[in-house]
T-cell receptor
Framework: KNEVEQSPQNLTAQEGEFITINCSYS?????LHWLQQHPGGGIVSLFM???GKKKHGRLIATINIQEKHSSLHITASHPRDSAVYIC???????????FGTGTRLQVFP | EPEVTQTPSHQVTQMGQEVILRCVPI?????FYWYRQILGQKVEFLVS????????KSEIFDDQFSVERPDGSNFTLKIRSTKLEDSAMYFC??????????????FGPGTRLTVT
Protein backbone atom coordinates (compact mmCIF):
# COMPACT_ATOMS: atom_id res chain seq x y z
CA LYS A 1 0.00 0.00 0.00
CA ASN A 2 1.30 3.44 -0.92
CA GLU A 3 2.07 5.71 2.01
CA VAL A 4 0.48 8.64 0.18
CA GLU A 5 -2.66 8.18 -1.89
CA GLN A 6 -4.30 10.81 -4.05
CA SER A 7 -7.70 10.96 -5.67
CA PRO A 8 -8.80 11.36 -8.30
CA GLN A 9 -5.93 10.40 -10.61
CA ASN A 10 -7.39 12.48 -13.42
CA LEU A 11 -9.82 15.35 -13.32
CA THR A 12 -11.38 17.44 -16.05
CA ALA A 13 -13.36 20.60 -15.39
CA GLN A 14 -14.96 23.50 -17.16
CA GLU A 15 -13.56 26.93 -16.52
CA GLY A 16 -15.09 28.42 -13.39
CA GLU A 17 -15.77 25.13 -11.63
CA PHE A 18 -14.75 24.43 -8.03
CA ILE A 19 -12.08 21.72 -7.87
CA THR A 20 -11.19 19.39 -4.99
CA ILE A 21 -8.20 17.06 -4.92
CA ASN A 22 -7.78 14.68 -2.02
CA CYS A 23 -4.74 13.21 -0.30
CA SER A 24 -4.63 10.49 2.35
CA TYR A 25 -1.49 9.29 4.08
CA SER A 26 -0.64 6.45 6.40
CA UNK A 27 2.49 7.70 8.16
CA UNK A 28 2.97 10.17 10.99
CA UNK A 29 3.94 13.49 9.46
CA UNK A 30 5.63 16.72 10.41
CA UNK A 31 4.09 18.55 7.45
CA LEU A 32 2.19 17.99 4.22
CA HIS A 33 3.10 19.73 0.99
CA TRP A 34 1.01 20.48 -2.05
CA LEU A 35 3.06 20.89 -5.22
CA GLN A 36 2.20 21.81 -8.78
CA GLN A 37 4.01 20.20 -11.70
CA HIS A 38 3.76 22.08 -14.97
CA PRO A 39 3.51 20.32 -18.33
CA GLY A 40 7.20 21.05 -18.91
CA GLY A 41 8.07 19.13 -15.74
CA GLY A 42 9.03 21.87 -13.28
CA ILE A 43 7.75 21.58 -9.70
CA VAL A 44 6.46 24.53 -7.69
CA SER A 45 5.58 24.43 -4.02
CA LEU A 46 2.03 25.66 -3.38
CA PHE A 47 1.50 25.03 0.32
CA MET A 48 3.14 23.47 3.31
CA UNK A 49 0.84 22.83 6.24
CA UNK A 50 0.81 20.85 9.45
CA UNK A 51 -2.63 21.87 10.74
CA GLY A 52 -5.76 23.75 9.81
CA LYS A 53 -6.12 25.64 6.58
CA LYS A 54 -4.12 27.91 4.28
CA LYS A 55 -5.30 30.13 1.46
CA HIS A 56 -3.39 31.72 -1.38
CA GLY A 57 -5.42 33.47 -4.03
CA ARG A 58 -7.88 30.94 -5.48
CA LEU A 59 -6.15 28.00 -3.80
CA ILE A 60 -7.13 26.62 -0.41
CA ALA A 61 -5.47 23.71 1.38
CA THR A 62 -6.84 21.97 4.45
CA ILE A 63 -5.53 19.18 6.60
CA ASN A 64 -7.11 16.92 9.22
CA ILE A 65 -4.30 15.36 11.21
CA GLN A 66 -6.57 12.95 13.10
CA GLU A 67 -8.03 11.57 9.87
CA LYS A 68 -4.67 11.75 8.01
CA HIS A 69 -6.31 13.56 5.13
CA SER A 70 -5.75 16.76 3.22
CA SER A 71 -7.64 18.51 0.44
CA LEU A 72 -6.59 21.07 -2.13
CA HIS A 73 -9.37 23.26 -3.46
CA ILE A 74 -9.27 25.54 -6.47
CA THR A 75 -12.04 28.10 -6.72
CA ALA A 76 -13.11 29.58 -10.07
CA SER A 77 -10.80 27.25 -12.00
CA HIS A 78 -9.04 28.53 -15.10
CA PRO A 79 -7.32 26.77 -18.01
CA ARG A 80 -3.96 27.98 -16.66
CA ASP A 81 -4.59 25.80 -13.58
CA SER A 82 -4.13 22.75 -15.81
CA ALA A 83 -1.21 20.82 -14.30
CA VAL A 84 -0.41 17.81 -12.15
CA TYR A 85 -1.02 18.46 -8.44
CA ILE A 86 1.13 16.40 -6.10
CA CYS A 87 0.74 15.74 -2.41
CA UNK A 88 3.93 14.96 -0.49
CA UNK A 89 4.54 14.36 3.20
CA UNK A 90 7.51 14.84 5.46
CA UNK A 91 7.87 12.75 8.61
CA UNK A 92 9.50 13.49 11.94
CA UNK A 93 12.13 10.79 11.59
CA UNK A 94 13.33 11.68 8.09
CA UNK A 95 14.17 14.70 5.97
CA UNK A 96 12.89 13.23 2.71
CA UNK A 97 9.51 13.88 1.14
CA UNK A 98 7.25 10.95 0.25
CA PHE A 99 5.20 11.73 -2.84
CA GLY A 100 1.77 10.75 -4.05
CA THR A 101 1.22 9.77 -7.67
CA GLY A 102 -0.33 13.12 -8.52
CA THR A 103 -3.68 14.29 -9.88
CA ARG A 104 -3.73 15.44 -13.48
CA LEU A 105 -6.12 18.39 -13.82
CA GLN A 106 -7.34 19.73 -17.14
CA VAL A 107 -9.52 22.81 -17.16
CA PHE A 108 -11.28 23.58 -20.43
CA PRO A 109 -12.51 27.02 -21.48
CA GLU B 1 12.94 35.80 -5.64
CA PRO B 2 15.77 33.32 -5.07
CA GLU B 3 15.48 30.07 -6.98
CA VAL B 4 17.18 26.74 -7.42
CA THR B 5 18.83 26.32 -10.81
CA GLN B 6 19.88 23.13 -12.59
CA THR B 7 22.09 22.43 -15.58
CA PRO B 8 21.83 21.04 -18.13
CA SER B 9 18.10 21.05 -18.81
CA HIS B 10 18.46 17.96 -20.98
CA GLN B 11 21.32 15.47 -21.12
CA VAL B 12 21.57 12.61 -23.57
CA THR B 13 24.22 9.99 -22.89
CA GLN B 14 25.14 6.50 -23.94
CA MET B 15 24.78 3.54 -21.62
CA GLY B 16 27.88 3.05 -19.49
CA GLN B 17 28.93 6.70 -19.62
CA GLU B 18 29.34 8.91 -16.56
CA VAL B 19 27.10 11.93 -16.15
CA ILE B 20 27.19 14.81 -13.72
CA LEU B 21 24.04 16.78 -13.05
CA ARG B 22 24.54 20.19 -11.52
CA CYS B 23 22.44 22.26 -9.17
CA VAL B 24 22.84 25.64 -7.54
CA PRO B 25 20.67 25.69 -4.39
CA ILE B 26 19.32 28.84 -2.78
CA UNK B 27 22.31 30.52 -1.18
CA UNK B 28 21.38 30.50 2.51
CA UNK B 29 19.88 27.00 2.48
CA UNK B 30 21.56 24.21 4.39
CA UNK B 31 19.78 21.04 3.26
CA PHE B 32 20.00 19.70 -0.26
CA TYR B 33 18.14 16.90 -2.00
CA TRP B 34 18.03 14.94 -5.21
CA TYR B 35 14.82 13.35 -6.45
CA ARG B 36 14.04 11.55 -9.66
CA GLN B 37 10.87 11.00 -11.66
CA ILE B 38 10.73 8.25 -14.25
CA LEU B 39 8.34 9.18 -17.05
CA GLY B 40 4.76 8.54 -15.99
CA GLN B 41 5.69 7.65 -12.41
CA LYS B 42 5.77 9.48 -9.12
CA VAL B 43 8.66 11.51 -7.79
CA GLU B 44 11.08 9.43 -5.71
CA PHE B 45 13.61 10.51 -3.11
CA LEU B 46 17.25 9.71 -3.87
CA VAL B 47 19.41 11.43 -1.28
CA SER B 48 19.60 14.26 1.23
CA UNK B 49 22.78 16.13 2.07
CA UNK B 50 23.64 18.30 5.05
CA UNK B 51 26.85 19.64 6.52
CA UNK B 52 28.89 18.21 3.64
CA UNK B 53 27.73 14.67 4.05
CA UNK B 54 24.86 12.42 3.07
CA UNK B 55 22.24 12.46 5.79
CA UNK B 56 19.85 9.97 4.22
CA LYS B 57 19.65 7.91 1.02
CA SER B 58 17.12 5.61 -0.56
CA GLU B 59 17.65 2.08 -1.84
CA ILE B 60 17.79 3.56 -5.35
CA PHE B 61 20.95 5.47 -4.44
CA ASP B 62 23.44 2.64 -4.89
CA ASP B 63 27.20 2.70 -5.46
CA GLN B 64 26.72 4.07 -8.97
CA PHE B 65 25.48 7.36 -7.52
CA SER B 66 27.41 10.00 -5.61
CA VAL B 67 26.80 13.56 -4.53
CA GLU B 68 29.16 16.39 -3.84
CA ARG B 69 29.18 20.05 -2.90
CA PRO B 70 32.51 20.92 -4.46
CA ASP B 71 32.68 24.67 -3.98
CA GLY B 72 30.06 25.92 -1.51
CA SER B 73 27.55 26.85 -4.19
CA ASN B 74 27.15 23.89 -6.56
CA PHE B 75 25.58 20.58 -5.57
CA THR B 76 26.18 17.74 -8.00
CA LEU B 77 24.80 14.27 -8.64
CA LYS B 78 27.12 11.87 -10.44
CA ILE B 79 26.05 8.63 -12.03
CA ARG B 80 29.19 6.60 -12.74
CA SER B 81 27.99 4.14 -15.36
CA THR B 82 24.56 4.98 -16.64
CA LYS B 83 21.94 2.34 -17.38
CA LEU B 84 18.86 2.60 -19.55
CA GLU B 85 16.71 2.62 -16.41
CA ASP B 86 18.44 5.79 -15.19
CA SER B 87 16.50 7.71 -17.82
CA ALA B 88 14.34 10.10 -15.82
CA MET B 89 13.85 13.69 -14.76
CA TYR B 90 16.17 14.56 -11.90
CA PHE B 91 15.14 17.31 -9.53
CA CYS B 92 17.36 19.12 -7.08
CA UNK B 93 15.78 20.81 -4.06
CA UNK B 94 16.99 22.84 -1.11
CA UNK B 95 15.56 23.94 2.20
CA UNK B 96 16.60 26.23 5.02
CA UNK B 97 16.35 23.37 7.51
CA UNK B 98 15.36 19.74 7.48
CA UNK B 99 11.93 18.60 6.36
CA UNK B 100 11.45 16.96 9.75
CA UNK B 101 11.48 20.51 11.08
CA UNK B 102 8.63 21.41 8.71
CA UNK B 103 10.59 23.58 6.33
CA UNK B 104 9.55 24.08 2.73
CA UNK B 105 11.64 22.56 -0.04
CA UNK B 106 12.33 24.62 -3.14
CA PHE B 107 12.70 22.66 -6.36
CA GLY B 108 14.82 23.30 -9.40
CA PRO B 109 13.39 23.00 -12.94
CA GLY B 110 14.86 19.53 -13.39
CA THR B 111 17.33 17.84 -15.73
CA ARG B 112 15.90 15.35 -18.17
CA LEU B 113 18.42 12.51 -18.53
CA THR B 114 18.05 10.22 -21.51
CA VAL B 115 20.26 7.13 -21.63
CA THR B 116 20.49 5.43 -25.03
Amino acid sequence: KNEVEQSPQNLTAQEGEFITINCSYSVGISALHWLQQHPGGGIVSLFMLSSGKKKHGRLIATINIQEKHSSLHITASHPRDSAVYICAVGSYNTDKLIFGTGTRLQVFP
Amino acid sequence: EPEVTQTPSHQVTQMGQEVILRCVPISNHLYFYWYRQILGQKVEFLVSFYNNEISEKSEIFDDQFSVERPDGSNFTLKIRSTKLEDSAMYFCASSAAGTASSYEQYFGPGTRLTVT
